[in-house]
């Protein structure tokens, strides 16, 4: 199978049946042995092999937010949830990343738009999305979001965020209420929110959250 990438029009070979595993918007057409060639006009050759390396390898490559998103945005529009699960999890959950995405006003907005946009009630029950909610949490904690408009202006675009960050609140580690730090290798607890008393992350000051 031949993929015709972007305006450029770029041939990238691979396997039909690697497509037709993953995707469910080229299964179709992977699966018609007369079909040998498949437009994707939206993603040009760069994202498409960003895509089709996870697909033979599992892996990503460690790569700047906005390719991400744009990653993201490819599998949403090929259907293939696994990727969009790993995109948000080295975003969001991989260490020393969460800081840098969250506590960037427009990419916190962008991160929100895509999970209420592009995933339903039941999807956000995984621990990924339940991860990324209590990330955020913390960060409106920390630095006092719920003083700022923008914060303000998005909880009220996104209504289900207040329900999540609040779930979020009352859950926990395990529904204890707590959370440990998130700083790698730690394993510190922070309950309520507070400084962790095991490291001494730099971002933390001597007055805690």
Not at 2 to 7: D, E, F, K, L, V
Not at 113 to 142: P, W
Not at 183 to 197: A, D, L, P, R
Request: charged share 30%.
């Amino acid at each position: 199978m031949i993929i015709i990438a972007g305006a450029s029009r770029s041939r990238i070979p691979c396997h039909r049946l690697i497509l037709a595993e993953h995707s469910t918007s080229l299964a179709v057409a992977c699966s018609d042995p007369h079909t040998t060639e498949v437009c994707i006009p939206r993603w040009e050759a760069q994202i498409i092999h960003h895509v089709l390396k996870y697909l033979y390898t599992g892996e990503l490559a460690c790569l700047e937010f906005e390719i991400l998103m744009n990653i993201y945005e490819c599998a949403e529009d090929l259907g293939i949830e696994c990727l969009m699960e790993k995109v948000l999890h080295d975003i969001v959950l991989e260490a020393g990343k969460w800081e840098v995405v969250l506590r960037d006003q427009a990419k916190l907005i962008k991160l929100v738009e895509k999970i209420f946009s592009l995933t339903a009630d039941d999807e956000r029950k995984s621990y990924i999305y339940k991860g990324i909610f209590r990330l955020i949490l913390a960060i409106v904690q920390q630095d006092g979001l719920m003083e700022e408009e923008w914060f303000r202006s998005l909880l009220k675009d996104y209504r289900e965020l207040s329900i999540e960050l609040l779930k979020a609140s009352l859950e926990g580690e395990d529904g204890s209420g707590l959370t440990y730090c998130f700083k790698e290798e730690c394993g510190g607890v922070i309950g309520e929110w507070k400084k962790c008393g095991n490291c001494n992350f730099q971002d933390w000051d001597d007055n805690g959250w």
